[in-house]
């Protein structure tokens, strides 16, 4: 069995990584000749815990090799950006042109399946594409659609043991999906339609987006109520049948914050929770900074003196050093500009260097700042001791009991 992964990236990479090593010749293509380059030479260009070696062994083995082009082989995967245009209207334009590449080498009996998160009807769209300049392929040629569901910093495992939704375009078509996943997949493999696989993928994200919105909705109401909402939240849960997220500075990444548009760029009437919870997440961040900018001029009314303020984290989620989409970072520039109200400590701890900031050690940071604005709930923050001295800003709940 061959297959040839078009896109290198954060799914794409660690997928065909996978299936290499349970056996399957990969040929993995990327526009970017660094990271074929980078992959072929067994380094591995994304942050992954654990994947590097998994690489190197698959690379050493002779069942994965990069290249710039695609090759004949007996499966084809379609695992590009799916990002949105100026007006959060889905681009499918990277989905098009892999579909492209690969057009002239697709023969009888192939297996072709987009990963990409994709608005509905996009598998229809590339079906329509490959049988109008390649008639004679029409009923010869298998077509799927199968999102991935991959918790970054967790990949390796959740490849394998999550289940996972295959929708093919007819039977035949998700019996051989099927039959491509379960060679390295532990869980279950669900069948359905393209069309519900699709909206499958936007479903869970903005599921997921919708419950952090009003669990941020709730951080807002409880900050005018004088409400620890860490405690409310807590004691909510205690329901045996309510389960609220935590409220945050915001929700960052390059999913949750984006698939929901899929859905209300095609069904703006119907998907008005979707839509809300977008512009909740959003304006929490806008919130924060707005927060950490009336405490310094509330600092220096009454104390005479510009604070020195520390910035606490800068990527998108706890414990990760992945800065994409990260609210944080957007908080901190927020409060930057125009800004020349005192000293700015700004912190990350699990990166070394940033190429805009200086970044101070967090510790020496929460020592030194007079204000404190925790916009990421990293485990190093939890250690630090409360200072009822500070004036401390918990945005993602690091100080929560
Ligand atoms: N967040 C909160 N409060 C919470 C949970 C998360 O504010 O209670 C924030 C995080 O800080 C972060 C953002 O939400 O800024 C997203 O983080 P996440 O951990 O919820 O999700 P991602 O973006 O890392 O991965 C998601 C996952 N989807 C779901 O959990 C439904 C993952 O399974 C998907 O594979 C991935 O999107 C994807 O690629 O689509």
Redesign the pocket.
Known sequence: MKACFMGLGY?GLPTAIIAAKHGVDIIGVDINPSVVEQTNAGHLHIIEPGMEELLQEVVKAGKLKASITPEVADAYFMVVPTPFKGNHEPDISYVESATRAVLPILKEGDLYVIES?SPVGTTDKMRDLIFSIRPELKDKIHIAYCP?????GNVIYELVHNDRVIGGMDNASTDKAIAFYSQFVKGTLHRTNCRTAEMC?LT??S??DVQ?AF??ELSLICDKANINVWDLIQLANKHPRVNI????S????????V?PYFITADFPMESKIIADAREINNYKSFWCAEKIKNTMLQFELLRGRKPVVAMMGLA???DIDDLREA?AKYIVSKVMQGSNDGEMLIVEPNIEKHNVYKLTEYREAYQKADIVAFL?SHSVFKELPYDENKEILDFSGVFKR
């Open positions: 799914i998160t991935e569901r991959v918790l970054p993928k869970e994200n599921s997921r952090i669990a941020n997220l935590q409220p945050g915001g929700v960052g990444g390059h999913c949750i914050a698939d998108f989620k706890p609210p990421v």
